[in-house]
């Protein structure tokens, strides 16, 4: 079983920034591709931002050139740099990430994390 932890939500002004963290634990192998995704009220979970193992990293256009995925493979935590926030990037933020875990031998899991809000208001 692999565990997610986030952290770094919160009320921000419209232009600020903030910083996510995802924290993985449990019986890991190798973690392989890792992302956040984001959930806005009344609407679908939509990708954000992904990165590989290797650093390989894409974005949602909405987020191009203000949002930075990366990652410490030594601490099993991605992170979220999101800069010039706006109205429109308030929702709740969810990291997925996926990897070979032990379970009796190795296995693959996908595990997602219990979300972190974001609002950004004026």
């Known amino acids: 079983q692999v565990q997610l932890v986030e952290s770094g939500g919160g009320l921000v002004q419209p232009g600020g920034s903030l910083r996510l963290s995802c924290a993985a634990s449990?019986?890991?192998?190798?973690?392989?591709?890792m992302a956040w995704y984001r959930q806005p009220p009344g609407k679908q979970r939509e990708l954000v931002a992904a990165?590989?193992?290797?650093?390989?990293?894409n974005y949602a256009n909405s987020v191009k050139g203000r949002f930075t995925i990366s990652r410490d493979n030594a601490k099993n935590t991605v992170y979220l740099q999101m800069n010039s926030l706006k109205l429109e990037d308030t929702a709740v933020y969810y990291c997925k990430v996926e990897g070979l875990g032990w379970s009796n031998g190795p296995t693959d899991f996908g595990s997602w994390g219990q979300g972190t809000r974001v609002t950004v208001s004026s």
């Open positions: 990165i590989t193992r290797g650093g390989t990293t």
């Open positions: 449990g019986k890991i192998v190798v973690i392989n591709n």
